[in-house]
T-cell receptor, first 113, second 111 residues
Framework: QKEVEQDPGPLSVPEGAIVSLNCTYS??????FMWYRQYSRKGPELLMY????GNKEDGRFTAQVDKSSKYISLFIRDSQPSDSATYLC?????????????FGTGTKLQVIP | DAGVIQSPRHEVTEMGQEVTLRCKPI?????LFWYRQTMMRGLELLIY????????DSGMPEDRFSAKMPNASFSTLKIQPSEPRDSAVYFC?????????FGPGTRLTVT
């Protein structure tokens, strides 16, 4: 079993829709949770970063973490064609300077104009 | 800042050949990571360095893979001998705190 599981999609939605992307994780030691966005033939770039449980909002994006169920979500409001990309969830432990990040396999999103 | 620089961007080689991938991290970043990305397995951490010292190489698939970081501004990932199953996109990333900055990747095809 992978430590971070993610539905690969693809997920197609019309422009303006609300998008929900989800991940589950198995390692209780994970304390930091991230969403990376990867455009085709590019490297991933950090989109959202949260610590422990709760919500974090940044413009049209909301990241949600529920540690009791080991569930990570990313919501995109008013989705745009420019949001079309692969979204990778990631989790990280905190052990001194330990920096290893475990990534999900990514969900491919297509926003149709 | 130019970001993380990787070379070459594309590499096509024959099975059995040696392949060397290169990375220049962002200046001032003290962590450097090598990842491999495939459709089946997603993004996998191969090895990471802190202040030029390898910290965790448990993701390196086998002895055919080796990585070095001779100084703060340069790292290499070498595959010798290469095999078709090594075909993937290899990313280098660097960080100073929690955010990792990825390079554009090297697309490796081994025939």
């Amino acid at each position: 079993q992978k430590e971070v599981e993610q539905d690969p999609g693809p997920l197609s939605v019309p422009e303006g829709a609300i998008v929900s992307l989800n991940c589950t994780y198995s390692n209780s030691a994970f304390q930091y949770f991230m969403w990376y966005r990867q455009y085709s033939r590019k490297g991933p770039e950090l989109l959202m970063y949260t610590y422990s449980s709760g919500n974090k909002e940044d413009g049209r994006f909301t990241a949600q973490v529920d540690k009791s169920s080991k569930y990570i979500s990313l919501f995109i409001r008013d989705s745009q064609p420019s949001d079309s990309a692969t979204y990778l969830c990631a989790s990280q432990m905190n052990s001194g300077g330990y920096q290893k990040v475990t990534f999900g396999t990514g969900t491919k999103l297509q926003v149709i104009p | 800042d130019a970001g993380v620089i990787q070379s070459p961007r594309h590499e096509v080689t024959e099975m059995g050949q040696e392949v060397t991938l290169r990375c220049k991290p962002i200046s001032g970043h003290d962590y450097l990571f090598w990842y491999r990305q495939t459709m089946m397995r997603g993004l996998e951490l191969l090895i990471y360095f802190n202040n030029n010292v390898p910290i965790d190489d448990s993701g390196m698939p086998e002895d055919r893979f080796s990585a070095k970081m001779p100084n703060a501004s340069f790292s290499t990932l070498k595959i010798q001998p290469s095999e078709p199953r090594d075909s993937a996109v290899y990313f280098c990333a660097s960080s100073r705190q929690y955010e990792q900055y990825f390079g554009p990747g090297t697309r490796l095809t081994v025939t």
